[in-house]
């Protein structure tokens, strides 16, 4: 069994190296994984670039994950740790953040209909609805979902997010 730590955002290098660290050690033999997971989130794409690579490690016959969520989920983060399939557990004392889409945009990017700071723009109602429908599934209570849908940060303790986990795991 192989242990590692993710404490980092969530960015193209950061996933870049931790899945290059992965395939190093299954180059090497390793077929079980313990994975440490903390973050402050980032950008989200990447953050599927991970569930996507770790929910296929995982489903490889003679291979395992367990990810275990400490110290703090937020943000893109709290998506990762949660649309993962393999086994998962939290950390006593580990909260959650969630919270809209954001992004940074260029005023200069954004005239050019092409860039992505304008496509983010045009699609933020879609995107949107997408977190609700996710954040809905999880069990997100009515007065969360009012927050959230205020453009507020939802802040989630460790027996919040223990919840939410239990409500995934019975599905």
Do not use: P
């Amino acid at each position: 069994m192989r242990t590692l730590l993710f404490c980092n955002e969530i960015n193209q290098k950061t996933i870049s190296d931790f899945i290059d660290l992965m395939e190093e050690k299954i180059e090497k033999g390793e077929q079980h994984f313990v994975i440490y997971f903390e973050s402050i989130g980032g950008e989200a794409i990447y953050g599927e670039l991970l569930i996507n690579y770790i929910n296929e490690v995982d489903s490889r016959n003679k291979y395992s994950v367990k990810v275990y969520a400490i110290w703090d989920i937020t943000s893109s983060a709290f998506n990762i740790f949660f649309k993962l399939n393999c086994e998962r557990d939290i950390i006593f004392g580990t909260f959650g953040i969630i919270h809209y889409a954001t992004r940074d945009v260029d005023a200069v990017r954004i005239k050019n209909k092409n860039s992505s700071d304008s496509f983010f723009l045009e699609n933020l109602e879609e995107i949107q609805k997408n977190d609700l429908i996710f954040y809905k599934t999880l069990g997100i209570s009515e007065d969360e979902l009012s927050r959230l849908k205020k453009g507020e940060d939802v802040y989630l303790n460790y027996n919040r997010l223990r919840e939410l986990l239990n409500n995934q795991i019975k599905t």
